[in-house]
């Protein structure tokens, strides 16, 4: 698909998509405050917004059904620990989720498009050709290597992202580690469709790299979205001795 064909695409391309998001548990957790956020998010520039959770979405898109922000959808499985989310896909997960994630009001539905087995045991290329069957929105693939970025395209995704480098068990790294603009190079290179960059992103120079490298978009959640995240970084910073 041409960017240029599609709206909410040409919305994306050049800005800033925020990912305002709260685990199961955190005091952020709240589809009111999660709509709040995203809100702070839009008045300072924000292009579009990632949510998770089905209630989130519904709400946030109640509140922005009058504006052209575009919503980008998941659902993430919970529960799983650290060590088994590296080889679990738990980003919606499944066809049912990824319908029901569009249904609730996502302009684009996200999903994991790593090579790790779905739940629901369909193929990627099925579980996008029925997306894109069932619903209007568009597809996007969060991957870890080019390998699977390739692989998304050729399954029909309308986008794909780097959002999951790092965080696979061939991939893995600290949680301090920057984002591989090498990974996204490669996608921008060899790909035909809108590459985003999205994870470990906690600098506005990043921001601009990738952007200048070609990047339709760049997601960013925890440097502005995740207080206490933001919090222990400046905490570790004063452990000096």
């Known amino acids: ?35 709040a956020l995203c809100q702070s998010a839009l008045s300072g520039g924000a292009r579009a917004l990632r949510l998770e959770g089905l209630e989130n979405i519904s709400y946030v ?82 991957t870890a290597t080019i390998e699977e970025a390739r692989q998304a395209q050729e399954a029909g995704c309308d986008i794909v992202s780097t959002t999951l480098y790092g965080y696979t068990r061939d991939t893995e790294l600290p949680p301090e580690a920057e984002p591989s603009f090498e990974f996204l190079e490669q996608c921008i290179k060899e790909l035909k469709i809108p590459v985003i960059l999205e994870g470990r992103v906690w600098h506005p120079e990043q921001v601009e790299r990738a952007i200048k490298l070609g990047a339709h978009a760049v997601v960013v959640g925890s440097a502005i979205t995740r207080p206490h995240l933001i919090t222990e970084r400046f905490v570790k910073a004063t452990h000096i001795n």
């Open 1 to 35: 698909m041409n960017p240029g064909e599609n709206s909410v695409l040409a919305v994306l391309k050049g800005g800033l998509i925020v990912s305002c998001q709260a685990s199961k548990g955190e005091p952020l957790c709240q589809p009111q405050i999660i709509g």
């Open 61 to 142: 898109r109640k509140l922005t059904k009058l504006s052209n922000i575009p919503i980008i959808g998941i659902t993430k499985t919970e529960d799983l620990t650290k060590d088994q989310m590296l080889d679990q896909v738990y980003i919606t997960s499944t066809l049912d989720e990824a319908i029901s994630v569009a249904r609730a009001g996502a302009d684009i539905v996200a999903l994991d498009a790593t090579a790790r087995p779905r739940p629901d045991k369909l193929s990627l290329a099925q579980t996008i050709e029925n997306i894109h069957k069932e619903t209007s929105a568009l597809v996007w693939a969060d």
